[in-house]
């Protein structure tokens, strides 16, 4: 069984039109986050311009969403056309939510749309000291083969299969329900 979020959060999909707050948590990570998630140092309007990309064709990101505000994504983004079996997946937790399970629900869910898209190898690039994306991917080695000499971990999900499907279907209409039910419960909140 998942182990319950921090701070109440959920993970969903992010919707069309949701790329400004995507851009604004990228903005947010820390110096070392925000290295370790782009490999390197990018300039604000480079994050900017990669995060308003993130509504196209072949890009799932998930989102971690404490209070409305989003605290962490999951970018998979298929390598080249829309029928690519290769993809790669990225990862960014702001300081205050790491350790705390979140990058464990974001792989799951990564994993989960990877598979129901044929994707049959996931690349995860990552510095070679980061331990904990590298102990993250291990939980589930399963599914995955790694090479982490190489710092790069190459991933076979199985095929999708009706359960996998479905189970995709679920998570997303379970977090169109609990965003609904999240700015319901903020308009009620007494100012
Ligand atoms: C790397 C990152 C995605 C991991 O997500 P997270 O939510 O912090 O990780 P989790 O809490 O799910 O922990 C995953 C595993 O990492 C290990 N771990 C957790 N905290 C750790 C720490 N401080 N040091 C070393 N290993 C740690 C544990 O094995 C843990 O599994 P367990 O709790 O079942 O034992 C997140 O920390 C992050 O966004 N970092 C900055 C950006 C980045 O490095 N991106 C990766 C490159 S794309």
């Avoid at 629900?105 to 980061?130: F, V, Y």
């Amino acid at each position: 069984m998942q182990e319950p979020l921090p701070d109440g959060g959920t993970i969903r999909k992010l919707w069309i039109g949701e790329t400004d707050a995507y851009r604004d948590h990228l903005l947010r990570l820390d110096r070392e986050s925000r290295y370790r998630r782009f490999s390197g140092t990018l300039a604000d309007e480079v994050i900017a311009r990669h995060a308003a990309t993130a509504n196209g064709l072949g890009v799932v990101v998930h989102g971690f969403f404490v209070d409305g505000v989003l605290r962490g994504a999951a970018e998979l983004r298929q390598n080249g056309s829309l029928f690519s079996h290769q993809a790669e997946a990225a990862f960014s937790i702001e300081q205050p939510w790491q350790s705390h399970g979140v990058g464990t629900g974001l792989l799951e869910r990564t994993l989960l749309s990877a598979r129901n898209r044929g994707i049959k190898s996931l690349r995860m690039d990552c510095l070679a000291d980061n331990q904990r994306m590298q102990q993250l991917a291990r939980k589930f080695d399963a599914e995955f083969s790694f090479d982490f000499g190489s710092v790069t971990g190459e991933v076979d999900p199985p095929r999708s299969t009706l359960l996998s499907l479905t189970r995709e279907a679920i998570a997303d209409n379970y977090g169109l329900a609990s965003a609904i039910f999240e700015v319901q419960s903020r308009l009620l909140r007494p100012a």
